[in-house]
């Protein structure tokens, strides 16, 4: 910690200069008021300790000046002729606290202990913050991109309800968030991801329930419409939800009311309706597994998401982007890409978008030794071969190897590659790659994928 000490009296300068440095934190000392503000325009510190009874500038109008120039600076006032009228104004000028003399060493620690602390989580949620600012920002300026600011700048002030189309993890999730942010809705953003959930449970999140409506229902429960009220509902993945669970929505979405489970009173709500899906809804429709009616409703502004690989020329922006946001994360000096690395993350096809290239320079970022991410680092994560002229998209292998371990070790990738493109959800991965549940269960635990 950096700490000012304000002090006529050498002594107290002294011993408190000596006990602080003992105990490891930089200490300026200063004679009197003037000689404190000055340098506070110079230089921050994150503590002061002032006398009140100084000659010259007092303490409360050294504290008033040192204030201004650092409102932040927490100031312990210090006296040997305190009274309630001189703390309580002191308090009210800005003041931390306030210590008699003479000071005892073990109660001047504790005020810096305290300090420290409520200093060390006042950054740690301004680093929470950058980082929730970093993750939730929009990047590129491509043709693609440029076209989807626009479709969301024209419809996010509207009232209208608005299906999101893209890929899984092309950033659908950024887009309605980016919607809601323009809509100048006051309420709160809100988002239900309808294949994660069991059928069973959609409704209960959706309308919420009473005391009883069930077994296990042992109080009321707020839906999502009700908590979103004023704001804006993501349905995402909503062509996930079940039929009898779709019948219900449309009711709710023609009314513009609801009902919690086990209560007869319907209420209104006022909440924007955005949805993302990464299904053709037109196929689904034709399938039978999605209402009609329910599409219409929720589609009348449809926004497509571009893929990662409509836009590589946004990728080096999402490198630098992504690399500052695992730093600050992770506490450590951002990586560099070498030119070699950052072309071949240009140049690949990125199946599972956004998510996929984000999760790949967490990966980077953690693991690379040194500071600069080189083509073997690239080529090892993206699992591509490191003698050049075979084919990019084709993991390397031993060709000696019996076919049995190689076609093993191509299912090993392919099933990685689903599981980190669809975020551990086996259900999404079953559906993917057009296979059952339990099957999928069996392969994930022969690789050691969890």
């Known amino acids: 910690m950096r700490i000012i000490i304000i002090d006529d009296d050498k002594n107290i300068r002294n011993s408190l200069s000596w006990l602080l440095g003992k105990n490891g934190h930089e200490v300026t000392v200063c004679q009197d008021g003037e000689e404190a503000t000055d340098i506070s325009k110079r230089e921050s510190f994150d503590i002061g300790f002032c006398d009140v009874m ?25 006296s040997g002729q305190s009274d309630i009228a001189t703390a309580v104004k002191a308090t009210k000028l800005g003041a931390f606290d306030f210590l008699e003399k003479p000071l005892n060493p073990e109660r001047v620690l504790l005020e810096v202990k305290k300090l420290e602390k409520q200093l060390s989580m006042q950054a740690q949620v301004e680093k929470l913050k950058n980082i929730v600012d970093l993750d939730y920002q929009m990047i590129g300026d491509s043709p693609v991109m440029q076209e989807l600011r626009a479709s969301i700048e024209r419809a996010a002030p509207s009232e209208s309800r608005i299906l999101i189309y893209g890929e899984n993890g092309s950033g659908k999730e950024l887009v309605a968030r980016e919607i809601h942010n323009l809509s100048g809705r006051s309420g709160p953003f809100v988002q239900l991801n309808c294949a994660a959930l069991p059928r069973d449970l959609i409704e209960s999140e959706l309308f919420g ?26 349905l995402d993945e909503v062509g996930d939800m079940a039929a009898e669970t779709q019948a219900k929505l449309l009711r709710v979405l023609q009314e513009n009311e609801f009902i919690r489970l086990g209560s007869t009173k319907s209420q209104a709500f006022h909440v924007r309706i955005v949805s993302a899906t990464n299904k053709d809804l037109q196929q689904e429709i034709e399938q039978g597994t999605f209402r009609k009616d329910l599409y219409f409703r929720l589609n009348v502004i449809p926004i497509k998401v571009p893929p990662l690989r409509d836009r590589p020329q946004d990728i080096p922006q999402l490198v630098d982007h992504f690399t500052a946001l695992y730093s600050l994360k992770n506490g450590k000096r951002a990586k560099n890409f070498s030119s070699e690395a950052l072309h071949l993350f240009s140049n690949y096809q990125w199946p599972g978008n956004i998510r996929e290239l984000k999760n790949t320079i967490e990966r980077l970022s953690i693991m690379t030794r040194g500071d600069t991410i080189e083509a073997d680092d690239a080529r090892g994560v993206l699992g591509l071969p490191s003698t050049p002229g075979e084919d990019r998209n084709r993991a390397p292998y031993d060709h000696q190897a019996p076919l049995k371990d ?24 079953a559906s993917a790659l057009q296979t059952d549940r339990a099957n999928l269960h069996k392969k994930l635990k022969k690789y050691g994928i969890k």
């Open 54 to 78: 100084m000659p010259g500038m007092g303490g409360l109008k050294a504290l008033e000046k040192m204030l201004t120039h650092q409102p932040e600076l927490k100031i312990i006032m210090i």
């Open 209 to 234: 329930y009473e005391k009883g409506a069930f077994t296990g229902a042992h109080k009321r429960k707020i839906g999502l419409i009700e908590e979103a009220e004023g704001g804006t509902l993501l």
């Open 406 to 429: 190689i076609l093993n070790q191509f299912e090993h990738q392919i099933l990685q590659d689903a599981f980190d493109r669809h975020e551990g959800n086996v259900s999404r991965m």
